[in-house]
């Protein structure tokens, strides 16, 4: 069986980088909110993502969140990761929750 290479491995992070965009917040299984403008850089094996989900407009008053998932599109269904954090609850318009996520592909 062939092995995939290091190159290969890069070109894996520069896909998930320039195709995997949106990072949406969830409380259990139902999406919060959607975000398309995650800074996405790549550092040695590691795809890292991080948005800032404020509540500025106030939209997310209210509403508790404990997941996190991404996508490849604002509209697409299929995740290609997803985790769990500590509940945080949106009180007021002043509440920010900085999410940051480190995919690992490992060269070999």
Do not use: C
């Amino acid at each position: 069986m062939a092995e995939i290479t290091g190159y290969a491995y890069g070109k894996l992070r520069e896909y998930m980088k320039n195709n995997f965009k949106v990072i949406a917040i969830a409380n259990g299984t139902e999406t919060v909110k959607k975000y398309t403008d995650a800074t996405i850089t790549i550092e040695n094996e590691k795809v890292k993502y991080k948005v800032i989900a404020d509540n500025a407009d106030g939209s997310l008053t209210g509403k508790k969140v404990d997941r996190f998932a991404i996508y490849e599109t604002a509209t697409s269904t299929d995740k290609i990761a997803e985790d769990a954090f500590a509940e945080f609850t949106y009180t007021n318009t002043n509440d920010t929750l900085t999410i940051e996520i480190e995919l690992v592909i490992p060269s070999n």
